[in-house]
């Protein structure tokens, strides 16, 4: 089963644009992660952001998290072609320390 | 850097043969994991490992799938006889301080 869910399922922008992605998540969990997969490439971890933690940045990306609602948010700012990729969210549902991985969001920066 | 290795990078296979895939983990990490990623999806945890011992493989097909750490290090995925619903890519990932470290997959199609 899939614990979180990113939403848009797809997203398309100009280089040079901000993009956000959220992740919305079902139960209570220990953390929160991003990972970023070219196509047909393992996966790379972006960042990860603790329950009791709000906000983590790293480079040009900002997560920020929202347990009262259960989702968290991924931004980039000026996005470049090269950060065409599907990004996805992991969570860990209720202590398991097992990441579960949503569908993804695709993303495609135009030069 | 170190790096999660996998082989073989790609696997055609008829249906009802055996495939074997191998994962090598980053040295130390102890907990790996398989991983299953269908087409347009986010990956689906098929058996987690804690040194040669098994965590969790509730979403490992057991008739038909098994997986084995002998010795606490690399790992082997196995699926016998292969279908056609089979296909996807097959993730290996090896975790350290909560953050998993993906290698680059093994792409199967069963024709």
């Known amino acids: 089963s899939q614990q979180g869910e990113e939403d848009p399922q797809a997203l398309s922008i100009q280089e040079g644009e901000n993009a956000t992605m959220n992740c919305s998540y079902k139960t209570s969990i220990n953390n929160l992660q991003w990972y970023r997969q070219n196509s047909g490439r393992g996966l790379v971890h972006l960042i990860l952001i603790r329950s009791n933690e709000r906000e983590k940045h790293s480079g040009r990306l900002r997560v920020t998290l929202d347990t009262s609602k259960k989702s968290s948010s991924l931004l980039i700012t000026a996005s470049r072609a090269a950060d065409t990729a599907s990004y996805f969210c992991?969570?860990?549902?209720?202590?398991?320390?097992?990441?579960?991985f949503g569908r993804g969001t695709s993303l495609i920066v135009h030069p | 850097e170190a790096e999660v290795a996998q082989s073989p990078r790609y696997k055609i296979t008829e249906k009802s043969q055996a495939v074997a895939f191998w994962c090598d983990p980053i040295s130390g990490h102890a907990t790996l994991y398989w991983y299953r990623q269908i087409l347009g999806q986010g990956p689906e945890l098929l058996v987690q490992?804690?040194?040669?011992?098994?965590?969790?493989d509730s979403q490992l097909p057991k008739d038909r799938f098994s997986a084995e750490r002998l010795k606490g290090v690399d790992s082997t995925l196995k699926i016998q006889p292969a279908e056609l619903g089979d296909s996807a890519m097959y993730l290996c990932?090896?975790?350290?301080?909560?953050?998993?470290?993906f290698g680059p997959g093994t792409r199967l199609t069963v024709l």
């Open positions: 990932a090896s975790m350290s301080k909560h953050e998993q470290f």
């Open positions: 992991a969570t860990d549902e209720g202590g398991s320390y097992i990441p579960t």
């Open positions: 490992f804690q040194d040669e011992s098994v965590v969790d």
